[in-house]
């Protein structure tokens, strides 16, 4: 036991490493996927980052709520695509943590995606997407791909 | 000269000739350069292609760089002991940057309290193990980063992870720069329990002092953090002195059967522990009471009497008086800002100011003197 204190904190913290990563995993496996409409204020342009920050035309629009942190679950509308369900002030089981404020819903974990170097070419000097959200049940959220809307 | 000093020259000329040998035997200039080279080629290699390398193997070789850094920490125990600890440091360092790595690389932006309480509890997990001085001052950095980081929407999982990491520290770390730290970690969680809870009022503050005299309770005999309570009495007094007359504070009645419950409170807190030093903080009773008159003016004369007697109460058990004198200049300087300001010309002001504490200065001195003369 004497012997072993000294490796406890490495052990400890590649576990937590690990366990972030794992939860990052988790929300894939155990969640369900959405599809979000999402444009973004300007083409994307890899010169400049390789993250893209986004905003979403079902996030706006008036809550019954009071502005501060709000707590939001998912339903996919008629369209096909997602937008809000549920929102609540108090934080409830599945609510995903976001802001309201200025009639709109922000989520901090979708409201920008970083573009990995695969689909560089194809995100390039496209401003509407089509978003693919895995939404856990403990609710927190992993958006995984992005792919551009051709403009008819 | 005989043969015994000889034969201790001839030896002590060999050892200093081994001695030398040994000296040239670090590794050729040429060398040095060379490996540092090597690892720059390494290091810029990696940056350049950092967007192709997949997603596990950067957090991987981040981890692998930590876990180096302990193993290193313990290969250089015995050879190298002066630089264990810088090791270890190196170790939190890399567990923070292979984080950083992780939060970017998912997107993780909504979960960063949580990583800072985590953090939080790695440092004091490194006081605990490691008992190096360093290590507090970390822990102390990650309490701050935590604690304001979890004012916003912070959940219940982690203010009971908050209050068992602090209490772990508080414990048993004894060290009492540990426990000073540990106990503003404590305060600000109570602040932070009164955000999650939606407390509508104004005295939560004064609640959250309240609630951690409980710690007295459970730790009897540590007297020597009594004049935390004090410090955090004042900087109260005064924040309350200046919200007093707008602002959030004055834009709804308090309730009145709160204020009396507070104050019952703060007084009986005081009665149960007995404590000389806390009387100065059961004074905080009058606070939610002179907050029902709006101009403020009550609240100001109190603290001024207050501060004038925790100042003559200090010298007169002979106890440091130095902070006593800046939180009575405090409350002066308030007071001025707030209520002075256009009403009186600001040189009549300090005049009167000055005339106070030099009366002030010259009663002490007068009192000092005729003690003085009775001892001897």
Redesign the interface.
């Known amino acids: 036991m004497k012997r072993m204190?000294?490796?406890?904190?490495?052990i400890?913290?590649?576990l937590?490493?690990?366990g972030?990563?794992v939860l990052?995993y988790a929300v894939t496996w155990f969640g369900q996927t959405y599809t979000f409409k999402a444009t973004s204020y300007e083409p994307y342009d890899p010169f400049f980052s390789?993250s893209i920050y986004l905003e979403y035309e079902s996030f706006k629009g008036r809550q019954d709520v009071d502005p501060g942190?709000v707590y939001v679950t998912f339903k996919t509308d008629e369209d096909g695509y997602a937008t809000v369900d549920r929102v609540s002030s108090r934080?409830f089981f599945g609510g995903t943590?976001a802001n309201y404020f200025d009639r709109q819903v922000y989520?901090?974990?979708l409201s920008?995606?970083?573009i990995?170097?695969s689909e560089v070419e194809l995100i390039r000097g496209e401003k509407d997407f089509e978003v693919e959200v895995d939404v856990a049940p403990w609710g927190?959220v992993?958006?995984h791909e992005l792919r551009p809307i051709e403009a008819e | 000269m005989d043969e015994m000093t000889g034969q201790r020259l001839v030896d002590y000329e060999n050892e200093r000739l081994a001695g030398r040998e040994k000296r040239e035997h670090k590794p050729p200039i040429l060398v040095i350069i060379g490996s540092i080279l090597l690892a720059l080629s390494l290091f810029s290699f990696v940056a350049a292609n950092w967007?192709?390398i997949p997603d596990?193997l950067k957090?991987s070789i981040f981890?692998i760089f930590?876990?180096a850094m302990?193993?290193t920490?313990?290969q250089l125990q015995t050879r190298a002991p002066r630089y264990v600890t810088l090791f270890r440091v190196l170790?939190i360092v890399f567990?923070v940057a292979?984080?950083i790595v992780?939060?970017?690389?998912?997107?993780?932006?909504?979960?960063i309290p949580l990583l800072f309480w985590?953090m939080f509890g790695?440092a004091v997990?490194?006081k605990l193990?490691?008992q190096h001085p360093i290590f507090t001052f970390i822990a102390a950095l990650a309490a701050f980063l935590a604690n304001t980081n979890s004012f916003?929407?912070v959940?219940?999982t982690l203010i009971i992870l908050g209050f068992i990491i602090t209490w772990a520290w508080f414990h048993y770390v004894d060290n009492e720069i540990d426990r000073i730290f540990a106990w503003f970690s404590f305060y600000g969680l109570l602040i932070t329990v009164g955000q999650y809870a939606n407390y509508e009022g104004r005295f939560w503050p004064i609640w959250a002092l309240v609630i951690l005299h409980v710690l007295f309770l459970i730790y009897r005999e540590r007297a020597q953090w009594n004049y935390l309570y004090l410090f955090v009495a004042a900087l109260l007094s005064i924040g309350y002195l200046i919200n007093a007359t707008e602002g959030w504070l004055s834009q709804r009645q308090p309730s009145v059967l709160e204020a009396t419950v507070l104050s019952a409170l703060l007084v009986a807190v005081y009665l149960l522990h007995r404590r000389p030093e806390l009387v100065w903080v059961s004074l905080l009773a009058v606070v939610p009471f002179s907050l029902f008159e709006d101009s403020g003016i009550l609240l100001a004369i109190f603290l001024e009497a207050v501060a004038l007697g925790y100042l003559i109460w200090q010298d007169h058990n002979r106890k440091p008086i130095v902070l006593a004198f800046i939180y009575f200049l405090l409350v002066q300087m308030t007071i001025y800002f707030i209520y002075v300001w256009d009403r009186l010309d600001i040189s009549l002001f300090f005049l009167i100011g000055a005339l106070i504490v030099f009366a002030l200065s010259l009663a002490l001195w007068w009192r000092n003197r005729t003690r003085g003369d009775v001892r001897t």
């Open positions: 204190t000294p490796w406890l904190l490495p400890v913290q590649v937590i490493a690990v972030f990563v990052v390789d942190t934080p943590r989520i901090d974990d920008s995606y970083r990995p170097e927190m992993r958006a | 967007q192709a596990l957090v981890l930590m876990v302990y193993v920490a313990e170790g567990f292979t984080m992780i939060f970017t690389t998912y997107n993780l932006s909504s979960q985590l790695v997990l490194h193990i490691y916003q929407g959940g219940l």
